[in-house]
């Protein structure tokens, strides 16, 4: 079965410490990757995608991302956070150029610690 | 571009009252979804257009909702009769064919059902 699995309902870290979201993933064909930030109130906004190359993506704000294969893992990192991180981020897996088939993961709150 | 576009963004009504919801998606996109998000459930597709035509509508709850897209342009989401368990963020997001199939949200519709 497809599905995506964001392991960490909720994560808490300092300010200026570093973060890595987990996310990992099955799926039977070449995988099309994405994180999406929800904001408070706000609707979801692309971070940044993966379908093929290298397999370090960046993406806006920060964030990059790495494809691990062998681990069926698309983790979300950032060296640094800033308070304006403090969102829900959302790990979503799908076929390219086909939007109707992406799958959502359940989602990883995260917050900033002063 | 100005994004997707739902009105209204906030909605309070009666159980037993009809919901209508609103969405303008990115002018060229021809796909358009409707997503429900709950704490419980996550977020969930509930239909979704491609050229203004349902294409799949296995998402909807019930009866109870109902989904229009009269042009390239717009489209409803209905509740009738609205009942508190309905109470939710909706979403509409568009896509493009000729893109990656990364979807473009808006900033959600919350629904409170009394």
């Known amino acids: 079965a497809q599905s995506v699995t964001q392991p960490d309902i909720h994560i808490t870290v300092s300010e200026g410490a570093s973060l890595e979201l987990r996310c990992n993933y099955s799926?039977?064909?070449?995988?099309?990757l994405f994180w999406y930030v929800q904001s408070p109130g706000q609707g979801l906004q692309l971070l940044l995608k993966y379908f093929s190359g290298d397999t370090l993506v960046q993406g806006i704000k920060g964030f990059e991302a790495e494809f691990k294969r062998s681990q069926s893992s698309f983790n979300l990192r950032k060296p640094s956070v800033h308070w304006s991180d403090a969102a829900e981020y959302f790990c979503?897996?799908?076929?390219?150029?086909?939007?109707?088939?992406?799958?959502f993961g359940s989602g990883t709150r995260l917050s900033i610690r002063p | 571009d100005a994004g997707v576009i739902q009105s209204p963004r906030h909605e309070v009504t009666e159980m037993g009252q009809e919901v209508t919801l609103r969405c303008k998606p990115i002018?060229?996109?021809?796909?358009l979804f409707w997503y429900r998000q709950t704490m419980m459930r996550g977020l969930e597709l509930l239909i979704y257009f491609n050229n203004n035509v349902p294409i799949d509508d296995s998402g909807m709850p019930e009866d109870r909702f109902s989904a229009k897209m009269p042009n390239a342009s717009f489209s409803t989401l209905k509740i009738q009769p609205s009942e508190p368990r309905d109470s939710a963020v909706y979403f509409c997001?568009?896509?493009?064919?000729?893109?990656?199939?990364?979807?473009?949200f808006g900033e959600g519709s919350r629904l409170t059902v009394l």
């Open positions: 979503a897996v799908g076929p390219y150029s086909s939007a109707s088939k992406i799958i």
């Open positions: 997001a568009s896509s493009a064919t000729s893109g990656s199939g990364e979807l473009f």
């Open positions: 799926y039977g064909a070449t995988p099309y």
């Open positions: 002018s060229g996109h021809d796909y």
